[in-house]
Nanobody, 126 residues
Framework: VQLQASGGGLVQSGGSLRLSCAAS????????VAWFRQAPGKEREFVAA????????YYGDSVKGRFAISRDSAGDTMSLQMNSLKPEDTAIYYC????????????????????RGQGTLVTVSS
């Protein structure tokens, strides 16, 4: 199973980017998917999560209201729409997935997900 993240790049402050993560070898239509990020010199941070059968979307406080996570019905592609980007959003973004529903208390922990992508770099200039 591989997760391939794409869509990163350089964007000006206030701009938008859409990240995608494609799964090969497996689908996660009944599981959980998430995005995390890590900026240089900082700890990894939870960005967003989505899970099967749950109408809620979960977001980190720093991106709430600006980012939106989605997943296609087949469960093999997830996206992260990022709007109103700020320089502090600069980081490597990683997608992660799990075959089953991750419990709510564990959604923000990357260790809860069995599969992780290689990361895509997002740079926001001021």
């Amino acid at each position: 199973v591989q997760l391939q993240a794409s869509g990163g790049g350089l964007v000006q402050s206030g701009g938008s980017l859409r990240l995608s993560c494609a799964a090969s070898g497996r689908t996660f239509s009944r599981g959980s998917v998430a995005w995390f990020r890590q900026a240089p010199g900082k700890e990894r941070e939870f960005v967003a999560a989505f899970r099967y059968g749950d109408t809620n979307r979960y977001y980190g406080d720093s991106v709430k209201g600006r980012f939106a996570i989605s997943r296609d019905s087949a469960g093999d592609t997830m996206s992260l729409q990022m709007n109103s980007l700020k320089p502090e959003d600069t980081a490597i973004y990683y997608c992660a997935a799990h075959d089953r529903r991750v419990i709510t208390s564990a959604l923000r922990n990357m260790a809860s997900y069995d599969y992780r992508g290689q990361g895509t770099l997002v740079t926001v200039s001021s």
